[in-house]
């Protein structure tokens, strides 16, 4: 059981996508939990900021944690893919993970994230684990990677890409999480697939 059964039958509102180790001040976001009924996805962005979280919420059943490996810091991370899949391994979902070619702008970590993502997809398909995907530039390689896996266990994170690979991925079984570029940019977006409770 990823979370609290009691938190888990008392929530009001799920949201998917949270980084604990942001917050200036956790007490104050762990209260709002508590006041509003609000159960969080933290994502984990490296095994630092997995450790650090683990700290901040170690007493706030309101949050679960996950480790990922975001694309953002596939250039910092020291390759040991044996660290990596311990670590997939002691988390029951996974997140933060994907590509991002457009914020990243260092071109020579393509090849790397792609990689790193792939492999991710690949211990979550055996697995069955779901993950939380970060998508930005890179719509198509993150369709690519998940459709050559079959894998139906994504949730996607702030989508903002062309309408074209929103529809891919939601055929393909994506859920996305509600936001206002979808909302904007894709006129048929919100009544044509599913999104996750928010
Ligand atoms: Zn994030």
Redesign the pocket.
Known sequence: MVVNPEIWQEAQWIDM?V?ADHYQDINLAIDQCKKHGILAWS?AMDVDSYERSRTLLADAPQFFLTFGLHPWEVKNWDRDWETLTINLNKSPLIG?VGIDYHWEQDRSFDTLQYDVFEFIVSHASKTGKWLNV?TKGAEKEVFEILKRHQFQKAII?WYSGPEQWFHKMADLGCLFIPNSAIEQNLPNGPTKTRFCRD
Request: glycine share 0%; net charge negative.
């Open positions: 996508h980084h994502c933060e970060h994170h």
